[in-house]
């Protein structure tokens, strides 16, 4: 592993021999173009998880040791028409998570605007990922295709026409006839050379999504299925491959630039060794990390998330013979000190204008900030704050008799953070920022489980390589767990440990309940009774608790 230089310093440039790694003959299946000698200069502009970000700015990046605002569709796309300047030969790709989990401006409209505003901006490839299943394989193809939505209709405007670029899914086929979803590649020429570009989702989307959306696909091996699509490219003539994997990897120290690489660690090192050699780029996703790497002599990149950072990759590629013979790439962050595409700002007005009197609709106050981070032991209190408002939802007999709420920590998408305001109400919490920590529309469902399922479901928790997924407890339930074993020390319930024999009412939203995030114990919950939307039960939770204070109450306890 090598770490790339700042964004000043251009990067690296590795320059290649040609060889295809195919252990073919040199002329075979080579392709060959009459005239210049010179290479072929093609540019890739890459991103990933969006989710829907359109408003700006949309976090901080790190650059150069400094945190700089960054992102909003207006900004991003007066950079990228930047990049796009510098060479015609450019193709916009995402690595996935274009959709799914977005703000409310783009989640009301069923993300109809984001795909929009990339046919705006003339994007041309996208990975699907997978939250671009959120709301199920049907959904999917509409907004490739275009047409309203089947219950809510065209919000807004006439008609919805579908994306202009074209999601690929390489490893992602229809269980009823075996046929991919999606195209695996596609192919684009330039001057003559051919350049491929596969894309694909992560072989764990069922885990990643509710299973119910995905019954009707199944995924294949990420490795085999990009490797079978090179074998497809070579056999056309292709040798210079690009691959979009949503799925990534994450720095092995704490980064100071978009461009660092501290070496990386996760599912991205075990699919780059699997390869094909004849890749040339992976431009990765998933895990909403900046980093610029080279694997093994190939380019791994990722570009954060929400819009934040733009990749930049620069190819050569011999006319003579299809091969990259030097790839450049660097990560850039989408500041907000430029002049903003008018277009794409218009856009995002009129959709803003669209979703304000939902939007902005107060429910309530907050005192200080309710952070969606863990603490040192694994709390989160906007995550604890949640299952509370789960279990108030549900408490009554009526409405599932539930004594326990469960929240999983990748359901909570953002801070509740307190603002004071200029003449209006300091810390007002809007139906707006409640959406943002909760974008998914899952239904709550209260089960029984025994005491043993329970412990079961916790121990779970702890997944092979370090990866921790600590469910977030309501008050009167509470676990203590270590980095040694056993990982799970104990589990207490109105402070007596759980009997394995008692049953409890447990509720947790429609995504856990379904076996996500590899808890498939939930599936076993009898008595099973459906409740409201996760968000409602928030919704009613801060209005009647405002104003809002951070948990206090330890329930994840680390020994």
Known sequence: MKMFGKVGALAVCVALAGCTG?????????????????????????????????????????????????????????????MRA??????????????????????????????????LMKVDLVAVGNHEFDEGVDELRRLQAGGCHPEDGCQGKDTYEGAAFQFLAANVFVRETDERLFPAYQVRTFDGVKV??????????????????????????EVEAINASVAELKEQGVEAIVVMVHEGGYPEAKLEDVNDCPGISGPIVEINAGLDPAVDVMVTGHTHQAYNCELEGRI?????????????????VDPRTGDVVSKVARNVAVTRDVEMDAAVAAHIDRYRTLVAPLADKPVGTQTADVLRGADEQGQMPLGVLIADAQ???????????????LMNPGGVRADLVFEASDGGVDGEVSFKDLHSTQPFGNTLVTMTLTGAQLRGLLQGMFREGGRNYLLQPSGGLSYTWSEGEPRLKSV?????????????RVTVNSFLADGGDGFAGFTAGTDRQGGVVDLEALEVFVRANSPLTSPTERRVIKE
């Open 391 to 405: 279990l108030a939802a549900t408490r009554a007999p009526e409405v599932g008799g539930a004594q326990i709420a």
């Open 492 to 504: 207490t319930f109105e402070g007596a440990p759980i009997d394995d024999a008692t049953s409890y």
């Open 300 to 316: 791994v990149t990722s570009a954060k998330s929400y819009g934040r950072v733009l990749t930049e990759i620069d190819l050569k």
């Open 86 to 119: 510098e060479n015609a030969n450019t193709v916009v790709v995402c690595a996935g998570d274009l959709v799914g989990a977005s703000p409310l401006i783009s989640a009301l409209f069923h993300d109809e605007p984001t795909v929009e505003a990339m046919n």
């Open 22 to 82: 195919t252990g073919a003959k040199e002329d075979d299946k080579k392709v060959v173009v009459e005239g210049s000698t010179e290479p072929v200069a093609v540019k890739i502009v890459a991103f990933n998880d969006l989710h829907g970000h359109m408003e700006g700015p949309s976090g901080k990046v790190k650059v150069k040791g400094e945190r700089v605002e960054a992102g909003g569709l207006d900004a991003f796309a007066a950079h990228l028409s930047a």
């Open 196 to 221: 491929g570009f596969i894309g694909l989702t992560l072989e764990g989307t069922p885990a990643a999504v509710t299973p119910t959306a995905v019954a009707s696909v199944r995924f294949q091996d």
